[in-house]
């Protein structure tokens, strides 16, 4: 299995506690991200609040461009943007847009969030006929679940 994390369950793996998304690396062949990634990356870096919140940050971006590969380099889905952005504009963020758009090029792909907003779109009977529309497959989609980091 080609899983494709989006920023979500990357902060959420990484940056977070009790993450369910382990399980599913275990049993994955690779495992990507989506250049915007990067760029939602930063902007936490930039919105630190503390130096050990900038540290575990930039260490994420770090991880995320040593140990994961990026999706997208070699095919930009422009078509499925545009489509998807058309047909489902006020239910999800540009960015969220390039990730899925690239999950859905990529076929066989399997997309894995902690955003139940993205979740509930890709997973929607709207979504799967949009896409069907277009002899497109809709990607299989994972909600992923982790805790927020307790301040001692």
Same mark, same amino acid.
């Given at each position: 299995?080609? !899983? ?13 506690? =009790? $993450? +369910? ?16 990634? !990067?760029?939602?990356? /930063?902007?936490? #870096? ?12 930039? =260490? +994420?971006?770090?991880?995320? /461009?040593?140990?994961? /590969?990026?999706?997208?380099? *070699?095919? &930009? ?6 489509? &998807? ?9 540009? =960015? *969220?847009?390039?990730?899925? $758009?690239?999950? !859905?090029?990529? #076929?066989?792909? +399997?997309?894995? +969030?902690? *955003? ?7 997973? $929607? *009977? ?20 982790? $805790? ?5």
């Amino acid at each position: 299995m080609r !899983l494709l994390l989006d920023t979500s369950a990357i902060i959420g793996w990484l940056e977070r506690t =009790n $993450s +369910t998304l382990p399980a599913m690396l275990a049993e994955s062949e690779s495992v990507d991200y989506h250049p915007v990634t !990067l760029g939602e990356l /930063q902007a936490g #870096v930039e919105r630190a609040a503390t130096e050990d919140e900038l540290e575990m940050r930039t =260490n +994420t971006i770090r991880f995320t /461009q040593s140990r994961l /590969q990026a999706v997208g380099h *070699d095919v &930009l889905p422009y078509e499925q943007f545009g489509f &998807l952005t058309a047909r489902f504009s006020q239910k999800l963020s540009h =960015n *969220d847009f390039w990730i899925v $758009s690239s999950a !859905l090029a990529s #076929v066989g792909c +399997t997309l894995v +969030t902690e *955003d139940a907003k993205l979740f509930a779109v890709v997973s $929607s *009977d709207e979504f799967a006929e949009a896409v069907a529309s277009r002899s497109w497959v809709r990607p299989a989609c994972h909600l992923v679940t982790s $805790s927020p980091v307790r301040a001692i």
